[in-house]
């Protein structure tokens, strides 16, 4: 079965200091992985994405995330937190095979604080 | 402007009428599919649609249809609604399954 883990629900950090927002996932074959971002009152919007070219994603607004086969990792990091990160971040994977080409499957998010 | 429009933004109904969230896109996406979001449970699949009249179930369809008649349109159809039904709701597409998701404004569905 695929499934998605997200450590920690809530998440605050100060302002300038390192995000680290940790997801796990389950598969049995090489998944592509996935960092969503919801601002209040909004829809998601794509943060980076892992599809096996290269195992360390760079994202937008300064995001990145390195892809760790050995630990079944994908976690979110960016280096100095702003005012503006505070936001519901989610982490998705699709398994490409063949019953379950098209499936989703969403983390329970993590809620981001960041303190001035 | 590219863009997934869903409608209504807000919706309140009673227990057992029938109704219908509409979701268009404007970007000759193949891929759109269905979600519900609640508290403490982040989105869950209900459905999605691969192409034209290809439709699939997601992790919760059941009290859902749907229907793909044309590309840029993908409706869902809750029959007979229930309040555990109450939600949010988002539409999604994208050019290939595994690509970049464009989410919609989302749906906030109360059955009383």
């Known amino acids: 079965a695929q499934s998605v883990t997200q450590l920690g629900s809530h998440v605050s950090v100060s302002e300038g200091a390192l995000v680290l927002l940790r997801c796990n996932y389950s598969?049995?074959?090489?998944?592509?992985l996935f960092w969503y971002v919801q601002y209040p009152n909004q829809g998601l919007q794509l943060l980076l994405k892992?599809?096996?070219?290269?195992?360390l994603v760079k994202g937008i607004n300064g995001f990145e995330a390195e892809f760790k086969k050995s630990e079944t990792s994908f976690h979110l990091t960016k280096p100095s937190a702003h005012m503006s990160d505070a936001a519901e971040y989610f982490c998705?994977?699709?398994?490409?095979?063949?019953?379950?080409?098209?499936?989703?499957?969403f983390g329970r998010g993590t809620q981001l604080t960041v303190w001035p | 402007e590219a863009q997934v429009t869903q409608n209504p933004r807000y919706l309140i109904t009673v227990t057992g009428k029938k109704l219908t969230v509409t979701c268009s896109q404007n970007?000759?996406?193949?891929?759109m599919s269905w979600y519900r979001q609640d508290p403490g449970l982040g989105l869950r699949q209900i459905y999605y649609?691969?192409?034209?009249?290809?439709?699939d179930k997601g992790d919760v369809p059941e009290g859902y249809k749907v229907s793909r008649k044309e590309k840029r349109n993908f409706p869902l159809i809750l029959e007979s609604p229930s309040p555990n039904q109450t939600s949010l709701y988002f539409c999604?597409?994208?050019?290939?399954?595994?690509?970049?998701?464009?989410f919609g404004s989302g749906t906030q569905l109360s059955v009383l």
């Open positions: 598969s049995s074959v090489p998944p592509y």
């Open positions: 999604a597409s994208s050019r290939r399954a595994y690509e970049k998701l464009f």
């Open positions: 998705a994977v699709r398994i490409d095979r063949g019953s379950t080409l098209g499936r989703l499957y």
């Open positions: 970007m000759n996406h193949e891929y």
């Open positions: 649609s691969m192409n034209v009249e290809v439709t």
């Open positions: 892992y599809t096996s070219a290269a195992t």
